[in-house]
């Protein structure tokens, strides 16, 4: 923890008392701001005291006295209708932002870098991997935001340091002071809607990354959905901009449809890097991940070999696609993270001779969508609430057992997988809260069963 010093001697009202509210409160407060803290949940106001922050029921303070308005990133600034505190705050005429944009100012104040990565899909893994490179190239690197640490919970910003962090739409949406030296776009399918109202306005919001970027910084922006590369053609009339694509290969820009990454400018092939035997880097998705990484790592002067080193010893975050064993030639996926059929769909789409495990709360649609796939499956094991629906869908098309729970399908997979070099894919497509409290839960008691099978070999650690 550190102090928010570009709001010493101001009166500001942090509103949302989670992990990042109370971060950023302490942070003002060391900052020598007056804090007036609250929250509408009182198991959320009890732990905030506990953390040693002073209480203030803000629906007692006038917002006329205050100069700024601290907003959770998680309480609506607009759709479906403005938190009652915006509307003071709208009223009062002061500022409302997020923690994010204090931790903005605080950067642009001491000099640091910052890398910002935002997405619908991709984010989380594109900020792991390039905080992995640059922290491999010997480059001074906090990560963080949306992903990890709350941004006040990072290292002090000091000169030169690089800060990877990954921002929701939401905390864009109170970051007016968001310039990023690389700004990524990973791409925009609908999502938030509630919160925005449409893609158009989500679409937006995720455009404002770029609007206070200068000539001298990086846009990172894919082309390969509509509404992200409208906002690369725009982009690319005011700031560096390269496109990234993982569908076509770019003659200008970062591009890997085969799994080779092309780094080309102007036509000119500048490098290359073979993605496929990267071990947590699989499929179309990954793909694209490591050319925004390695856009961002040439921009702060990071070397191709450096790069691929990197990229080779990059562990995957855990249950997204990791590979936490092996065992002879089978190798066990961890994809617990994939809670329904689109994520699913990623994983089934990156291999081949699949023994997967599937299984848990269905989402609208089931696994019907993963028909395409199925030629890829030796074998289902099915578990949880939604094992009876799936057997249906997968009657006659793929072999398949009820195991009901996971413990007995990883012992199942795992014996019928011997000799065959597949692999063994927890990837549920399914929520967890059947048997387990949340897809971190499950994905451990993955990790778990596995650690116990004969002959393992535990890549990403041992059980929890």
């Known amino acids: 923890m550190f102090p928010a010093k570009s709001f010493s001697g101001k009166k500001v009202a942090v509103f949302g008392l989670a992990r990042s509210g109370i971060s950023c409160a302490t942070a003002l407060n060391l900052g020598d701001a007056e804090v007036f803290a609250w929250d509408d949940s009182d198991p959320a106001v009890e732990k905030a005291k506990a953390e040693g922050l002073s209480i203030t029921n803000l629906h007692n303070v006038d917002f006329k006295t205050l100069d700024a308005l601290v907003l959770s990133p998680g309480v609506p600034l607009t759709h479906p209708a403005p938190h009652w505190t915006v509307i003071k705050a709208q009223q009062a005429g002061i500022e409302i932002i997020g923690d994010t944009e204090i931790f903005a100012r605080e950067l642009n104040a001491a000099g640091s870098k910052l890398v910002a990565i935002t997405g619908t899909n991709g984010k989380s893994t594109t900020t792991a991997l390039t905080g992995h490179v640059l922290k491999s190239a010997g480059l001074d690197v906090d990560v963080g935001g949306n992903i990890g640490l709350a941004v006040f919970n990072l290292r002090e910003p000091a000169p030169g340091r690089i800060y990877v962090l ?144 990197a990229m080779q010893s990059f562990p995957g975050l855990a249950h997204r696609m990791q590979q936490i064993g092996q065992a002879g030639n089978v190798a066990f996926i961890n994809d617990s993270k994939a809670t329904n059929a689109d994520a699913a769909e990623k994983a089934l789409g990156s291999f081949e001779n699949i023994y ?72 549920p497509a399914c929520a967890s809260f059947d048997q387990y409290k949340n897809f971190e839960v499950r994905g451990d008691a993955f990790v778990s069963e596995v650690a116990k099978l004969p002959g393992i070999h535990m890549i990403q650690g041992d059980a929890p």
């Open 166 to 309: 990954e921002l929701s739409s939401f905390q864009i949406d109170l970051m007016p002071s968001l310039k990023p030296d690389v700004g990524i776009l990973t791409n925009i399918t609908a999502d938030h809607l509630d919160r925005h109202g449409t893609i158009e306005n989500y679409a937006a919001v995720k455009a404002r990354m770029f609007d206070q970027m200068k000539d001298n910084d990086l846009a990172l922006i894919s082309v390969d959905d509509e509404f992200s590369a409208a906002i690369a053609a725009h982009v690319e009339q005011h700031h560096f901009a390269m496109p990234v694509s993982v569908k076509q290969d770019l003659i200008h820009g970062f591009s890997a449809p085969e799994g080779v990454l092309h780094h080309r400018y102007q036509g000119e092939l500048f490098a290359e890097i073979d993605l496929r035997a990267m071990p947590a880097l699989k499929g179309h998705h990954n793909w694209q991940n490591a050319c925004m990484a390695y856009g961002s790592a040439i921009a702060m002067g990071v070397s191709r070999e450096q790069i691929e080193a």
């Open 356 to 427: 997967w495990i599937a299984g848990g709360i269905a989402k609208a649609g089931g696994i019907e969508p993963l028909e395409s796939f199925f030629p890829r499956i030796k074998r289902a094991y099915l578990i949880g609430a939604a094992a009876p629906d799936f057997a249906k869908t997968l009657e006659g098309k793929v072999d398949f057992v009820i195991s009901e729970t996971l413990d007995h399908a990883v012992a199942q997979a795992a014996h019928d997988a011997e000799g065959d070099a597949p692999v063994v894919l927890f990837s």
